[in-house]
């Protein structure tokens, strides 16, 4: 991301990390994070709630935020799955780059 930004256009893209809580590793490299990403946002709702809940959290406002999920899944199992799952639920459109196959709605070209 940051090389083809670099290459053609930095105006229309940005690189935002979203983590459920701070991080021990973002407060002690705030600096070299802020200079890499565009932008760092830490969810409020996740921060707040018991760790083992934070993730699943930040992951469902990342989907109600998106127009377009692209991930790659290649179980049906997990907190990933889980979010994806939630994501076709709430009519998203999914594009899993693995191998495997999830229904959801198509790109419409």
Known sequence: MLRVRKNY???N???VLVLPYPTAEYLNNENYFHDYYTDIE???AASVAHPKSAIQIRNR????????????IEHKNGGAWQT???AIKQGKT????????IE???VKA
């Open 9 to 11: 256009r930095d105006d």
């Open 13 to 15: 893209s940005a690189l």
């Open 42 to 44: 830490i969810s409020h």
């Open 61 to 72: 406002e990342m989907v109600d935020r998106a127009d377009l999920v692209i991930c790659y």
């Open 84 to 86: 994806v799952e939630y």
């Open 94 to 101: 999914v594009i899993n780059l693995a191998p495997l196959q």
């Open 104 to 106: 959801s709605n198509p």
